[in-house]
Every structure is written in C-alpha cells, then in structure tokens.
C-alpha cells in the first residue's frame, strides 16, 4: 500500500512539474532585450523561404511584432530595457547601435544569419509546429515550452533509474534553472533535453545513445564536445565501433552543416562575442593579438564566479572527492558526472565565458549526484551507529 501511495505521488509530481514548465513557457516567454536571438531564428527561417534584402526585414521584423508587441520590440531593438543587473544566464545584452544597424539595415541583418541557422534541429522544429501556428516567433515559443517540458520527464527518469525519491525534483528545476532556457527562443533547452537524453540511454547501455550523440551538434554546434566525451565513455560502457561511428559522424555533420550555413568559423564567433560585436560579422577582422585573447579568459574567470551554479559545482566535487578518498569503485553515476564536469571543463577553455544557459544539464547532474551520494552518506552513518 506505501508504495503505491509513493508511485502515485511521484507520477503526480512529475505532472504537476511538467505541466508548470509547460505552463510558464507558453504564457510567460521572455520578451525583454535579452531574448534577442528571436530575431536571427525567425530571420534564418524566412532566409529558406527564399526571402533576402529589405523583404526579409519587413518580414522578419512584422513577425516579431505581432508577437512581442511594440513595446517589447523597442526593447529587442533599442535597448529599452537592460535586464537583471549581473545576471549570467545570457550573454550581454549587444548595445543599442548595434541592435539599431540591425533593425535598420538589411545587409546586417542578413550577416546575422549564419549565427543561426546552423541550428538546424531548432528550425527544423519550429518549421513543424509552424504548421500549426502559422507564425515563427509564436513557434519558437512553443518549440522551447515543449522541450522544457520534456526534459522534466527525463530528469524524472534519471531521478528514477537511480531509486532518487521524485519529491526532489520541483528544487531541481528550480535550482538549475530549467524554466528560464525554456522562456527564451534559443535551442538551449533542446541541448538540455538532448545531453540528458544520451546520459540517461547511456547508463541504460541503451544503444540509442549513439543517435542522440549524433543528433547533439545540430542542435547546439558546440555540444559536439560532449558528443566526443560520450563516445569516449561508451568505448568501456558500450560498442567500440559504434562509438568511432558515432564519433566520425558528429564531426562529418558538424562541418558539413557549418559550410552549407555559412558558418563564420570559430574564431569569428570568438571575436563577435568576446571583443565586442559587430553589426556587420562577415567583414569584420579577427584579433591578432594575443594580449586580447589572454584578457577574455581573465574576464571570462572573472565573470564565472558570479554564477550560482558555482556552488553546485563545488559540493558536488567534493563529495565526488570523498568518494575517491574512500576508493569506492565509480557507479554509473559517477561516469555521467564525471563527463558532465569534463563537458563544462572543455567549453570553458574553448570559450571562456560561463553563460547559464548553456550549462543547465551539467548543474541537473550534479545535483543529482549531491542528492544520492548525501542519501549515501546518511545511510552509511545510520549503519554504523547502528552497529555500535
């Protein structure tokens, strides 16, 4: 009977939780300055529709309108409004001038577009529902409520695989944030949805994981980093060979969807977002010198500590430190905690910037791994006073 009544409350919870992301995603999206990127995925949408030049502003910017309204759009375009003071869940808000070329000028907001339509499993979402809304923004809005959603059922699953009681899960989402990424038009909670996908058909030894592994770098190219790290731990958890295929295909996809895009390369994307961006990407010069390079990690280091995800990280290293001191053997939980922390590691060298939002997977593992290994070391005291 206990268990029942616990079984029903979990799927109760897991419910009431997905209903609430769905929820604060489809009425509350973010329409401030900071959701900007609205407006290069609708651009890259009526970009394959075949539009360009001053038709496509027109359109792009029509579109946006009817969604946001015109008090937000003054927001997205001019800058009315700045957003939470040091908050580090987006990127700064590009300046005024910036936004102004942008909403003004055809040609740049053109060159914005290769910054975007490299996602390609975000568009190719929002093309779908599109054809039940009938408006790319309104889509994109809907696209990321559903994946929020759906990544509350993932979590519930991990939470599941590893016997943690669903009663954690509101303070998980909470914590990690999950209901912010999935207000904004960024393909950052489908990322999310995907990384933990992978890490939860991983420790299933779900042959599966190697299609989510491919799938990674076309929803966020840079998510090819834990595609390569989850093809690393699937040499010992799984097949080798389908790990070097996995692996081959990521990268084949990658390039191939950055030069049929447009792509600016990495270095471009370094520059834009690190030194300052430019209204007009495609003729703008990369830095050359090094001083300018070794500045951005130091304000990059300097900006991390202002993350409250910091603090999940530290705990949760430490009880995976106490872990090691005690020479348990390593746990599933341990390995997808481990590439987590590898994943967050890696991007921070190759782009020295900690935006939140980027990093909402890593912060649900290791909240995990708190949970459980706390639960661990609550039970293994209980023991001990128990046979004292």
């Known amino acids: 009977m206990a268990n029942n009544i616990r079984k029903w409350l979990g799927v109760l919870i897991v419910a009431v939780c997905c209903g609430w992301v769905l929820r604060v995603g489809l009425t509350q999206p973010d329409h401030s300055g900071f959701n900007w990127d609205i407006i290069g995925y609708v651009a890259s949408m009526y970009k394959q529709d075949g539009l360009s030049g001053e038709p496509l502003r027109r359109a792009v910017f029509a579109n946006v309108l009817k969604e946001v309204g015109e008090s937000d759009l003054e927001k997205l375009t001019a800058g009315a409004s700045r957003g939470q003071s040091g908050s580090s869940l987006v990127e700064q808000v590009p300046d005024a001038s910036y936004r102004a070329t942008v ?11 290769p910054f975007y339509s490299i996602r390609v499993l975000y568009l190719q979402s929002i093309r779908v529902v599109d054809h039940f809304v009938h408006s790319y923004s309104s889509s994109s809005i809907r696209v990321d409520a559903i994946y929020g959603a759906l990544c509350v059922i993932v979590v519930a699953l991990l939470l599941e695989h590893f016997q943690i009681s669903q009663l954690y899960l509101p303070a998980i989402i909470f914590i990690s944030k999950l209901t912010t990424i999935g207000r904004i038009s960024s393909p950052d909670v489908l990322a999310c949805l995907l990384s933990l996908l992978a890490l939860l058909l991983l420790v299933k030894r779900s042959r599966w ?6 799938a990674l770098p076309l929803a ?3 998510f090819v980093i834990l595609s390569m790290i989850l093809c690393v731990f699937s040499f010992r958890l799984l097949s080798t060979r389908l790990a070097l295929l996995s692996a081959a295909l990521s990268i084949g996809l990658l390039v191939a969807d950055n030069h049929f895009n447009g792509n600016y390369g990495f270095l471009r994307v370094f520059n834009f977002t690190l030194f300052g961006v430019d209204p007009y990407p495609a003729t703008m010069k990369n830095s050359t010198h090094i001083a300018d390079y070794v500045n951005a990690y130091i304000s990059g280091a300097k900006r991390s500590h202002n993350s409250q995800h910091l603090l999940v990280y530290m705990f949760s290293s430490v009880l995976f430190g106490m872990r090691l001191y005690r020479r348990n053997p390593l746990s599933d939980l341990d390995y997808i905690f481990i590439a987590s922390m590898i994943f967050v590691s890696l991007h921070l060298i190759l782009f020295p910037i900690y935006l939140e939002r980027f990093f909402v997977f890593p912060v649900i593992v290791s909240l995990i791994f708190m949970i459980n290994r706390m639960a661990e070391g609550a039970g293994f005291a209980a023991g001990r006073l128990r046979h004292a």
């Open 103 to 113: 909403f003004n000028d055809p040609v740049s907001l053109e060159q914005q577009i």
């Open 220 to 222: 966020r190219t840079d």
């Open 209 to 214: 994981v190697f299609a989510v592994i491919v």
